[in-house]
């Protein structure tokens, strides 16, 4: 009995390792690398969720939360009109805050697209504002040097094809009553309206950097791979837009070419995430404020600090950064996201370096307490972000003779260093550690940087 449990415990191993091997392209590993080179030189990208949700302007998920019907959610596509719309303000904020990228949602949960897609009435052409509202974001974003990406939302709350699940705002757990709302709903209809709308996407607005495609839950009353046909539609993308970057939010994770990098949602990591035993490329995505959609009433806004050191973070693990951005429904930033965005562009400007082209710092370089590390693999340079400033001497171990040079990242201005002794000890003798002498003041930055230039 045992030996047979044995058996079938080493089959089950076999398949799930032979699963995790499966492959949809012929894609080298290095070809992917090339294919990403831009995405993690770039670090740092604004989120945007823009929809019909802006109005009651109390979550994204607000159709879900409250259980309201499409019928109710009406008034909210009939009064929708952001009549101060203006995409290349969004796209210079997006740059002054040191972004270099975008993604915006072109269809949310909640079913309304903000282009103009042939298969449905149920898009911005169609509210008082009358504009192909995505048409005119790709072009401002594209005209300040951004690179663009289109979250897509694989769940429709709207679509009259689209079953009754366990997330779905008409939810129920009486399985009569679950059968009755899916009489005559059809998921191959919406699947079919699916793929046709991404195909519009990746046809019709030139070249798309990233797919967003938001999510599956698959499981008892859930969705998944197969209600998506996710194979197939990650082939279509994949044809139509060569060298565009997708999210793993397909259910495709038993593929090893079904994702592109993985999406930790308002979370840190404690270390560079992993898949199937391997270092995966990765981004945060993260909220000002705990919603994604516009929240008037919502008061937890991370301050400037606690923003820059998600940044940070997420590089010195060799990461990315997506901060959401909630336009309110006359089509404009609200005044707590532009002062946070001003206030990161401020750090950035002087401290960059930092953050564009860096990854996680090599092993033997160990982090000073209240530090983040970061690394620049191609300058061979390491930057101290601090995060709570020492005061005058800041001690590096293991770092001894590895320094040729140390400075202040914002002004250049030099860093002595010193070999560590410790009391007692003879001259010539050394602690193996070293010293770096600071100001007693605090420089006035944020979070200062020392870059170390290393031999
Ligand atoms: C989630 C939520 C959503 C948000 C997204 C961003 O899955 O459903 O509202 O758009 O994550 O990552």
Redesign the pocket.
Known sequence: MRKLAFVVLLIACLIQNAAAQKKLFPETEDQKKERMAWWVNDRFGM?I?WGLYALPARH??VKNQERITTEDYQKYFDNFNPDLYNPREWAKMAKAAGMKYAVI?TK??EGFCLFDSKFTDYKATNTAIGRDLLKEWVEAFRAEGLKIGF?Y?L?DWHHPDFTVDRVHPQRTDDKAKLAELNKGRDMNKYREYLHNQVRELLTNYGKVDILWL??SYPGENGKGAKDWDSEKLLKLIRQLQPGIIVDD?LDLKDYEDGWDFT?P??YKVSKWPEVNGKKAYWET?QTFSGS??YYRDEMTWKDTKQLLGLLIESVSKGGNLLL?VGPTARGMFDERANKALLAMGEWMKWNNRSIYGCTQAPEEFKAPDNTLLTYNPKKNRLYIHLLDYPLQNLTLTGFAGKIKYAQFLHDASEIKISQRTEHGMKEGESTGSINLSLPVIKPNVEIPVIELILK
């Open positions: 989120f969720h994204e998920w949602t949310h949960h979250y939302s769940i938001d999510f939010r999406t949602e308002q995505c994604w959609g959401n």
